[in-house]
């Protein structure tokens, strides 16, 4: 292993980088933030001294020809991740995108096609697959302990729908719930399955107070062999992230699937005929072990656990998925 440090720029000042991801790349192992970027520098100036960041930009493109970074991560509004995540990638950096990854599968794809061209790595910031448990549970199913796949469930949806001026809200931005948070029982259901799905179908409460976005959804999507993911996502209704696979001979709960730092919140369920076993899980930063996963890769010591290719399949059942509500009709995916 290198013993230099994987050198990270942030462009923009988003919540989410200030809340969660920057202190998970600075508390991880193998890297260092170094450098973030706003379109105003009084804001970028404020939240490096915040965030304890040496460099401080006052435009997106300062940072990303910043010849001492190795990697961007990118928490913009969805409709300019395409646009920065290409031009990050033109000028030599790896870069990690928030999800989705695009607004659509076509975008991703081209996004695939410089990632490959420039020799960088790519990738959708999914933290929670980089937690243990998931490997785990997936072990779990594989090893017969809940009989065969029946049904997966998942949910994830918390309350914004008093806030105003929000980019969630906007359509042709990528707004609504499906793109915020549906997709991670999505992208759950599709790791627990190893599988892609057959066709989708779901229902939508688009709100003309919000933009006309999905405030709040519910959806059916089929996978091979008779399996389907039940899920409702939305951001007008109580916070909540659980997940559940139900299978002939037993079922694991996860009560909180997708967030949650408290201490025993990572435990999970295994009910089977024997009674309830709590599976105890680590409590870990996973914007940390996100970061050093994307590290190693870099370094060349492993693959990256979910690449791009992987994004671009997530993305393909979210456009089915929302065209399925806005035309009311049940939309198959051809691969």
């Given at each position: 292993m290198s013993n230099q440090k994987i050198r990270w720029g942030v462009l923009g000042c988003a919540s989410i980088a200030k809340r969660s991801v920057v202190p998970g790349i600075q508390g991880s192992q193998l890297n260092e933030v170094r450098a973030i970027a706003s379109r105003s520098l009084e804001k970028s100036l404020e939240t490096a001294k915040e965030l304890n960041i040496p460099v401080a930009y006052g435009s997106y493109e300062e940072l990303i020809n910043d010849q001492e970074l190795d990697a961007i991560y990118?928490?913009?509004?969805?409709?300019?991740?395409k646009e920065w995540t290409i031009k990050a990638m033109k000028a030599g950096k790896h870069v990690l995108c928030e999800k989705p990854i695009a607004l659509t599968h076509k975008e991703a794809e081209e996004m695939l096609l410089v990632s490959k061209e420039m020799g960088v790595i790519a990738?959708?910031?999914?933290?929670?697959?980089?937690?243990?448990?998931?490997?785990?549970?997936?072990?779990?199913?594989?090893?017969?302990?809940?009989?065969?796949?029946?049904?997966?469930?998942?949910?994830?949806?918390f309350n914004n729908g008093d806030s105003t001026d929000n980019v969630r809200f906007v359509k042709e931005w990528g707004g609504g719930s499906l793109y915020d948070v549906g997709c991670y029982p999505i992208s759950a259901a599709r790791y627990f399955l190893d599988l892609e799905p057959i066709a989708a179908t779901m229902q939508a409460m688009?709100?003309?107070?919000?933009?006309?976005?999905?405030?709040?959804?519910a959806g059916l999507v089929e996978f091979p062999g008779d399996v389907s993911l039940l899920f409702d996502c939305g951001m007008w209704a109580a916070f909540r992230n659980p997940m559940e696979i139900l299978g002939t001979k037993g079922r694991i709960e996860i009560p909180?699937?997708?967030?949650?730092k408290n201490e025993n919140e990572g435990n999970y369920y295994?009910?089977?005929?024997?009674?309830?076993?709590?599976?105890?899980a680590e409590s870990l930063d996973t914007y940390s072990l996100q970061a050093d996963a994307f590290a190693r890769a870099i370094y060349g010591e492993q693959p990256l656990p979910f690449p791009l290719?992987?994004?671009?399949?997530?993305?393909?059942?979210?456009?089915?998925?929302?065209?399925?509500?806005?035309?009311?009709?049940?939309v198959t995916l051809n691969g």
């Open positions: 990118i928490p913009l509004p969805n409709q300019l991740h990738a959708e910031a999914f933290m929670y697959r980089y937690h243990p448990r998931y490997e785990r549970i997936k072990q779990l199913i594989a090893d017969g302990a809940i009989g065969d796949l029946r049904l997966i469930k998942g949910s994830f949806t688009f709100s003309e107070k919000h933009g006309g976005v999905d405030m709040m959804a909180h699937a997708f967030l949650g295994l009910h089977t005929d024997q009674g309830v076993e709590e599976m105890k290719e992987d994004a671009i399949a997530n993305m393909k059942v979210l456009e089915a998925c929302l065209q399925s509500a806005e035309n009311g009709t049940r």
